[in-house]
């Protein structure tokens, strides 16, 4: 490969959440391990590898000029990211009056269900859920409304369209979070999945908050497919939000960015994201972006999704062959495992909170699903060199699973 995705990146004190929250007190942070193992982080969904170098050098030539005052996006913002939704994912008739600042995927949700809905109206969701989905809808005065995923014949999480169609009556639905692909379970959606969700938020008018940050992050065999591009209705009802910074791992430079074909809706959403005044673009991160789009970002995150689909593959192989009555879904995008352990806590006679501590204690610092609504679930970041991986499931088969 061209990139390297093989070395041990060292993150401590480097301003890093996944290896220096470890053992801070908090509820979501993971135990420091104990004596003779070293941290193999998990948990939080950012990655162990280095950026793609353009990104590097696009923020230090324009740190090389001394002047960071006030400043509009570029052309060059603009294009970078219509070449990318055209290239990536077959978008076209996008221009650049269709695509809008955030500081955040999440902030971008909370505006556009400003704009669709009164304080106390029911959201409808998907369930397992991601965490930040249910602490900005419930900061803000939203009643989250889940519509449980399902697995079929073939361990496939699929959307029960039969329970959203009587949750939208029910409960009078105006508008929709989507995850697209789905965190936590990985779920790349098929046209068919997606046309018939669009038509079924069609026929009781909702509107839909699609969150696509992880949509360049695609295994093998799978395809991302923008749910705008399903109808032209779905174009017109649904606001999209992307960001570099899950791809690239940009989450400490903050930006994300919306796209809205319609008119009525794009006005709204920018009127109520400019209303705190602090929805504004950082000069780095727009040129970070911009290195990020580059040439050499495609090659890159064509290289890190072969090395996903790798340690996808060992994982869910390794969980299948040495741990019984563990269950995982194989994701289809993402770096996230999403791993059932019922049945395994059941026979041993242990809790979930249990099973997480012995982790934490030789290393692997994973993540609790609960938060996620898995009742009995582990989330795992694989994000990280292919050997850090088999260390991580080295450790759990002799020290947790099979003792």
Not at 24 to 51: E, H, L
Request: glycine letters at 6%; charged letters at 20%; one cysteine or more.
């Amino acid at each position: 490969m061209k990139y390297d995705f093989i070395s041990i990146m060292d993150r401590h004190g480097k301003d890093s959440i996944a290896v220096d929250g470890l053992g801070n007190g908090s509820s979501m942070a993971p135990d420091r391990p104990k004596d003779g193992f070293d941290a193999i982080p998990m948990w939080v969904a950012d990655m162990n590898f280095p950026t793609v170098p353009t990104v590097s050098e696009a923020i230090i030539e324009r740190a090389g000029h001394p002047a960071f005052g006030y400043f509009s996006p570029t052309e060059e913002y603009f294009h970078s990211i219509i070449r990318w939704q055209e290239i990536r994912n077959g978008v076209t008739e996008l221009t650049s009056k269709h695509i809008g600042y955030e500081n955040g995927v999440l902030g971008g949700v909370i505006s556009a269900l400003n704009v669709f809905c009164s304080k106390g109206d029911h959201i409808l969701l998907h369930s397992p859920t991601y965490i930040g989905f249910t602490n900005s809808l419930t900061n803000n005065g939203y009643n989250i409304v889940h519509s449980p995923l399902v697995l079929d014949e073939n361990n496939i999480w699929r959307m029960d369209f039969a329970d959203m169609e009587q949750k939208i009556a029910e409960n009078h639905i105006h508008a929709a979070v989507f995850c697209s692909p789905h965190n936590p379970c990985g779920r790349v959606w098929e046209r068919r999945e997606l046309e018939r969700f669009m038509e079924l938020c069609r026929k009781y008018n909702v509107y839909v908050i699609s969150d696509e940050i992880w949509s360049d992050l695609i295994l093998d065999g799978h395809k991302h497919i923008p749910t705008q591009m399903v109808s032209e209705d779905a174009r017109q009802r649904t606001v999209a939000l992307y960001a570099p910074s899950k791809t690239f791992n940009l989450a400490g430079l903050v930006g994300s960015y919306h796209i809205i074909y319609n008119q009525w809706i794009l006005d709204r959403i920018n009127k109520e994201s400019s209303l705190s005044h602090y929805n504004a673009m950082n000069v780095l991160s727009m040129h970070a972006l911009i290195g990020a789009y580059k040439p050499e970002g495609y090659e890159w995150v064509d290289e890190l999704c072969q090395v996903l689909t790798e340690n996808v593959d060992y994982a869910c192989s390794y969980i299948a062959e040495h741990f019984d009555g563990v269950r995982v879904s194989k994701p289809q995008g993402t770096y996230m495992l999403f791993i059932d352990c019922t049945a395994w806590c059941q026979k041993h006679g242990k809790s979930i909170s249990e099973l997480q501590k012995a982790g934490w204690n030789v290393g692997v610092a994973w993540q609790d699903g609960r938060a996620f609504h898995g009742p009995c679930h582990i989330r795992m970041n694989l994000a990280l060199p292919l050997s850090r991986v088999q260390e991580a499931f080295r450790r759990l088969d002799k020290y947790v699973f099979n003792i």
